[in-house]
């Protein structure tokens, strides 16, 4: 069964920083392309950033310029590393395939708060 594990969250001020890894137990993970979604309070899962299986990447407009997506194949990882954090990006972050087809993770709080 395909299993998603999204650690690195927490508490940041605004302007803060943080970085979030996703390990997959996915036997061909570099086949597939990865995205990071966020789901805050109230409102629908977004997509954040997608990673494809070639290393392209792209981005919501919302944190397009302070979200960057990586992966470690090797280590069938994908991070996303967060910079100039603001209130708004507080939500439980997730990580799946670029579809969103495959079962989902618990996530990972992330706070931005002063």
């Known amino acids: 069964q395909v299993q998603f594990v999204e650690s690195g969250g927490g508490l940041v001020q605004p302007g803060g920083s943080l970085r979030l890894s996703c390990v997959a137990s996915?036997?061909?993970?570099?086949?597939?392309?990865m995205a990071w979604y966020r789901q805050a309070p109230g409102k629908q899962r977004e997509l954040v950033a997608i990673i494809t299986r070639g290393g392209s990447t792209t981005y919501a407009d919302s944190v397009k310029g302070r979200f960057t997506i990586s992966r470690d194949n090797a280590k069938k990882t994908v991070y996303l590393q967060m910079n100039s954090l603001k209130p708004e990006d507080t939500a439980v972050y997730y990580c799946?395939?670029?579809?969103?087809?495959?079962?989902w993770g618990q996530g990972i709080q992330v706070t931005v708060s002063s």
């Open positions: 996915l036997s061909s993970f570099r086949a597939y392309g």
């Open positions: 799946n395939s670029e579809s969103g087809r495959l079962v």
